[in-house]
């Protein structure tokens, strides 16, 4: 984490509202995400993408991450790989995982005073079977997925969810692995922090000025939960 102590004890406790990625933020996914297209675009006899390009996408609703793949590619060859894609994925959808840290953290920042939400390129019904996988969902008062609303980076995701809660941007914190997460918050005008071991690499992120960044999930909660000091 690269922020001074005078700007950490402006930050901290300022936030009322956590919006948290899903996909290599609180779930260990992205390396099954990115296999799962490379295998998809195999199933359909196109070249599988590179794995740099797959990790690019991820946080993408499913359809804007194909056409952004295969930008040349028809409604009906897209829809071919979104089936192939899911059928690998769900085949080892039960294999998955929260990141170390996750179940712990979410009470005690619940407990803290925070609302918890989740912003995510999910599709509804991925999201809610992963939450039902791994029995978190009660600690989100509201989740928000890609076939729900414009994919990120556009800010309707995040936009509903402060309404939702009656949250003022200047009081939300973006939380996520990606640069659409972090563009999504500067869309939206709330505030960002990177998480360093998803999806995209932290060189990348940084350009969009995260408040700070965390290369575990234990340390993103120590930061939010440290009490503030004179």
């Known amino acids: 984490m690269t922020i001074n102590s005078q700007i950490e004890h402006r930050v901290r406790h300022r936030y009322d509202l956590l919006v948290f990625d899903w996909d290599g933020t609180l779930m260990d996914s992205t390396s099954a995400i990115a296999r799962s297209l490379q295998n998809g675009f195999r199933d359909v006899g196109l070249p599988a993408p590179s794995l740099h390009d797959c990790n690019y996408v991820i946080g993408y609703g499913l359809k804007e991450a194909m056409l952004y793949l295969t930008p040349d590619s028809d409604e009906a060859e897209v829809v071919r790989l979104v089936d192939a894609y899911k059928h690998h994925f769900f085949s080892g959808e039960q294999k998955l995982a929260l990141f170390d840290g996750v179940i712990e953290a979410l009470p005690r920042l619940r407990e803290a005073g925070y609302t918890l939400a989740i912003a995510t390129g999910k599709a509804r019904a ?39 809660t009656v949250t003022d941007a200047g009081r939300a914190l973006m939380i996520g692995d990606t640069t659409h997460d972090l563009q999504l918050a500067i869309n ?43």
């Open 126 to 164: 991925g999201l809610n079977r992963m939450l039902e996988m791994t029995g978190i969902g009660d600690f989100f008062e509201v989740t928000r997925c890609a076939d729900e609303a414009f994919s990120k980076p556009h800010p309707a995701m995040l936009e509903y969810i402060l309404d939702y």
């Open 188 to 230: 939206a005008g709330t505030h960002s922090a990177a998480l360093t071991y998803g999806a995209h690499p932290l060189e990348e992120m940084l350009p969009l000025k995260p408040v700070a960044h965390f290369d575990d999930f234990p340390s993103l909660a120590g930061w939010l939960l440290q009490e503030d000091v004179a």
